[in-house]
């Protein structure tokens, strides 16, 4: 809550044109009648705990319907194989479909990241409402 707290103070005073809000949300304990109306949701490193899986999928599944938009996740492989792709298979078993839509490695020599961060894979993924004529597999590669 307080890193959520210390971005609104530093980047309040940027002048755009979109309007950003950043909410904190325990999607272990929530209520659906304080969800703020999005237009998308937008998520990064929140996929490492398994036993987050299922209540994630969950406040995604009602934002996304509740508000007809997508969610954005980011995901970097970490130590524990296979995190990302239980998260998926859940998320799949709740309702939505997640897609790849961004798959690099970043290296020192990008220079955007730190010294720790150096070669792990990243993958973006788009979150929709699975639609019922979809026939998605676990085709694809994930880690």
């Known amino acids: 809550e307080e890193t959520v707290r210390y971005a609104a103070r530093q980047y309040s005073n940027l002048k755009?044109?979109?309007?950003?809000?950043?909410?904190h949300i325990d999607w272990r304990d929530y209520r659906t009648d304080?969800?703020?109306?999005?237009?998308?949701?937008?998520g990064?490193?929140?996929?490492?705990?398994?036993?987050?899986?299922?209540p994630l999928s969950r406040i995604?599944?009602?934002l996304l319907?509740?508000?007809s938009c997508h969610a954005y996740i980011a995901c970097t492989r970490r130590q524990e194989e296979g995190v990302v792709k239980s998260?998926?298979?859940?998320?799949?078993?709740?309702?939505?479909?997640?897609?790849i839509i961004y798959d690099r490695t970043y290296s020192p020599n990008d220079g955007i990241i730190s010294n720790y961060e150096g070669l792990h894979?990243?993958?973006?993924?788009?979150m929709e409402l699975l639609r019922e004529d979809c026939n998605e597999?676990?085709?694809?590669?994930?880690?």
């Not at 990064?44 to 299922?54: G, K």
């Not at 597999?137 to 880690?143: C, H, I, K, L, N």
């Open 16 to 23: 755009c044109s979109t309007q950003l809000n950043v909410q």
């Open 34 to 42: 304080l969800l703020p109306s999005v237009d998308v949701v937008v």
């Open 44 to 54: 990064s490193d929140i996929v490492f705990a398994r036993e987050l899986h299922l």
């Open 60 to 62: 995604l599944l009602h």
């Open 65 to 67: 319907k509740e508000n």
């Open 87 to 99: 998260f998926v298979q859940i998320a799949r078993k709740e309702g939505l479909s997640a897609k």
């Open 121 to 126: 894979p990243v993958k973006v993924f788009k």
């Open 137 to 143: 597999t676990d085709a694809e590669v994930y880690f």
